[in-house]
């Protein structure tokens, strides 16, 4: 009787351990896979690196953000900074200099911390998307082409 106890201890704190972290907002993270369904991203390659880009400005008193695709030429420069993605979130980086999304990242998963100043520019492809931040409701802008 005692090792059973025991075994289903084990399996109990196994299966808690086993839990998925979430990173993100969920509201948020929905209104990046509306973007990442909308725009897919151009098959990954040994020379072609591919993600989505997340960057948080903060214009007079609105917190606004942007998505947008990108790719590198090196996995290096991919793993620079840290990727969020799971089964359903294609990889992602998320640029938040002035913790202005702090309410909705919950935690930035670990990244290689190289150098990324001696990378050149990562290429942007089209469309960008323009958010408004309203508390952690996101409200869409306008798509912009550049």
Do not use: W
């Not at 106890?5 to 969920?26: G, H, M, Q, R």
């Not at 897919?40 to 400005?57: C, E, G, M, N, V």
């Not at 840290?82 to 992602?92: C, G, S, Y």
């Not at 202005?100 to 990378?119: C, D, Q, W």
Request: aromatic residues 16%.
């Amino acid at each position: 009787m005692k090792y059973k106890s025991l075994i289903l201890i084990v399996a109990i704190i196994f299966c808690f351990s086993c839990e998925k972290k979430e990173y993100l907002d969920t509201i948020f993270k929905n209104e990046i896979l509306k973007y990442q369904e909308k725009f897919p991203l151009p098959k990954k390659t040994d020379t072609i690196f591919p993600f989505y880009a997340l960057s948080f400005r903060k214009i007079k008193t609105d917190t606004i953000f942007y998505i947008s695709r990108y790719y590198v030429r090196s996995k290096v420069h991919f793993e620079s900074n840290p990727i969020f993605e799971d089964e359903k979130l294609k990889p992602t980086q998320i640029f938040d200099f002035d913790n202005l999304a702090k309410k909705i990242i919950k935690e930035y998963p670990e990244s290689k911390k190289h150098n990324i100043l001696k990378f050149p520019r990562s290429e942007h492809l089209n469309p960008t998307h323009l958010y408004k931040m309203n508390g952690s409701k996101t409200i869409f802008l306008k798509e912009e082409n550049y």
